[in-house]
């Protein structure tokens, strides 16, 4: 199929025809920040993504991997650049929605030096049991853990994420305190839940999807507010009976003051790319859901989010460094 037919644009012939000769006769580029290495499944998709909106605004585009400070550094890069809507961030939602409640000092403010673009997928995380955990529900685990307070611990990939929190609010409602242990990633940590060296491991659903079908693990609780397409097995944390739902997604931001007419081209061309068929079967290809939101909805659905989980940030006593 051609590329071309990821898009279907959704603004006039006429407008589009405007936007592509102006672009050109200016020798625009379009550059999307990705504040993390390249290889993930982040970086595949804004690849994707990104090659399809040069072509369809008719100049180049690239994708420009501003790596260092957990995407602190990518992130301040957006900021500071020439509002005029050429430059962008793609980025999960932990930048703009968890660092301001986990970093005293951070050199911007997701809501003032940002404005919305679109949501364009959402993902969702699980809480699995190792072969020391005998718990098949969240209720038994609840009983396990109580039962075992010097066992009442999980890892996870890395700190001041989702995956740190979601166990933490788990841990609130059932009145047990829960250590986080930060790994280096998911697959180390599942390695030590596996050997039954920690109980639980709470990360991305696709990192454990393998060895939750392969039966080394279970996943106990998915984050989402219905169970995933991916893993429709495994029960969420609601309808168990327990107030936790948290789904990270993949937004493009563009620095404050950028032009409102291309934020709301841009919009045009990212949503109906990811809402197309080849679009779906992309994102889900790599475990993402494509939703594809308007500027003003992915902006509530951040705010949302802040105010979600501020309190469990607060209660759990967590900062992370003073890199700024």
């Known amino acids: ?53 040069g072509e369809k605004l008719g100049v180049s585009a690239l994708v420009d991997n501003r790596t260092g400070a957990d995407g602190r550094i990518g992130v301040r890069d957006v900021k500071v650049a020439e509002p005029d809507g050429r430059t962008l961030l793609f980025t999960p939602f932990g930048t703009m929605v968890l660092f301001p409640l986990v970093y005293e000092k951070l050199a911007y403010d997701p809501f003032k030096d940002f404005e919305p673009v679109s949501q364009l997928v959402t993902y969702d995380f699980g809480l699995a049991a190792g072969p020391m955990t005998p718990a098949k529900s969240l209720s038994e685990l609840a009983d396990w853990l109580k039962k075992n307070p010097d066992k009442a611990s999980f890892g996870m990939p890395g700190s001041g994420a989702l995956p740190h929190f979601l166990p933490l609010k788990f841990a609130s409602l059932i009145g047990v305190d829960l250590r986080a242990i930060a790994y280096k990633g998911s697959v180390p940590a599942l390695t030590d839940a596996m050997a039954g060296q920690i109980p639980l491991v709470c990360a991305p659903l696709a990192d454990l999807i393998a060895q939750h ?100 940030v607060k209660a759990s006593g967590f900062r992370g460094d003073q890199t700024p």
């Open 213 to 312: 079908q392969a039966g080394t693990i279970r996943i106990l609780g998915v984050s989402g507010n219905v169970r995933s397409l991916f893993v429709p097995d495994a029960p969420t944390f609601v309808e168990q009976g327990y107030d936790v739902v948290g789904a990270g997604w993949y937004g493009v931001f563009a620095p404050a003051r950028s032009p409102r007419d291309m934020i709301d081209r841009i919009n045009g061309i990212l949503v109906a790319s990811i809402r197309s068929e080849i679009g779906t079967a992309r994102a889900r290809q790599l475990w993402l859901t494509p939703t594809g939101t308007t500027p003003a909805e992915l902006g509530a659905i951040q705010k949302a989010d802040f105010e979600r989980w501020a309190p469990v």
């Open 1 to 53: 199929m051609d590329r071309r037919d990821f898009l279907t644009g959704g603004v006039s012939a006429l407008t589009a025809a405007l936007c592509d000769r102006q672009a050109q006769a200016q020798g625009a580029s379009i550059r999307f920040v990705y504040p993390y290495a390249p290889g993930s499944g982040g970086d595949t998709l804004i690849r994707i993504l990104a090659n399809d909106v």
